[in-house]
């Protein structure tokens, strides 16, 4: 069974940065597509980024693209988001996800963490 747990979320201030990290487990999850979503209030969750473990392929809303890094420690079952210039309007529950399927960029996601918390005040 696949469990994905977030941590790394917190109060910051507007251009701030922050790092979410993603620890996988799961006897397959090294072969799976690995991805970032949000969710703010009142609105459709998001996906933010995703990446194969390699890093060889990659994913970036355009609202995020240049501020915001996904990036994959194979060797830990680690995923991360490195986010910088951070603005208000980045303030949501942000979720790691992860899929098996072979075109996993362009695929739903199968499984999902608890999701940690991103407050930006302006």
């Known amino acids: 069974q696949v469990q994905l747990v977030e941590s790394g979320g917190g109060l910051v201030q507007s251009g701030g940065s922050l790092r979410l990290s993603c620890a996988a487990s799961?006897?397959?999850?090294?072969?799976?597509?690995m991805g970032w979503f949000r969710q703010a209030p009142g609105k459709e969750r998001e996906r933010v980024a995703a990446?194969?473990?390699?890093?060889?392929?990659?994913y970036y809303a355009p609202t995020v693209k240049g501020r915001f890094t996904i990036s994959a420690d194979n060797s830990k079952t680690m995923v991360y988001l490195q986010m910088t210039n951070l603005t208000p309007e980045g303030t949501a529950v942000y979720y790691c996800?992860?899929?098996?399927?072979?075109?996993?960029?362009?695929?739903?996601?199968?499984?999902w963490g608890q999701g940690t918390q991103v407050t930006v005040s302006s």
């Open positions: 996800a992860s899929n098996s399927a072979d075109n996993g960029l362009g695929s739903p996601y199968d499984y």
């Open positions: 799961g006897p397959t999850v090294s072969r799976h597509t």
């Open positions: 990446t194969n473990w390699s890093g060889t392929t990659t």
